[in-house]
């Protein structure tokens, strides 16, 4: 009884989270709090998903081959859901503002030594 009750309740749980949502990586507003601006540096490249953070760029803005791949962190409140085989991210109203598998210009900067990531805190435009 007690394994068909635990079944039943995952079947219910498993409902609740929309089935197209994706795990977003996203900061914490720290900059906005602080008064200070966004980076004055981009990222321009293919960007992709990202099985953990959700998005991550090819930054060929770096210059040469062999673009650094890393992942994207997003706004606050920014969310992400898949749209067929890509992920769409969306600003804290619900607009689109990229698509995975497209290529973009991000405006922002790295963050991070060792594990870079790349802060998106401006403009976003097509490539």
């Known amino acids: 009884m007690r394994v068909r ?5 995952a079947l219910v749980l498993a409902g609740c989270a929309p089935a197209d949502s994706v795990h ?3 900061g914490d507003d720290q900059m906005t709090r602080n008064g200070a601006g966004c980076y004055t540096n981009f990222a321009a490249g293919l960007l992709t ?3 953990v953070n959700g998005t991550r760029i090819a930054d060929e803005s770096t210059g040469g081959p062999g673009a650094p791949v890393v992942a994207v962190m997003w706004p606050p409140g920014f ?3 898949r ?3 890509e992920v769409e991210v969306l600003d804290r109203s619900g607009g689109v503002i990229v698509t995975t598998g497209n290529r973009y210009q991000i ?3 790295y963050i ?6 790349f802060l998106a805190c401006g ?3 097509p490539k």
């Open 5 to 9: 009750s635990a079944f039943i309740l």
């Open 24 to 26: 977003l990586l996203t």
């Open 49 to 51: 998903a990202d099985p």
């Open 79 to 81: 969310t992400a859901r």
């Open 83 to 85: 749209s067929g085989g």
């Open 107 to 109: 405006e922002g900067g």
């Open 112 to 117: 991070g030594d060792i594990d870079r990531v």
């Open 123 to 125: 403009y976003v435009l």
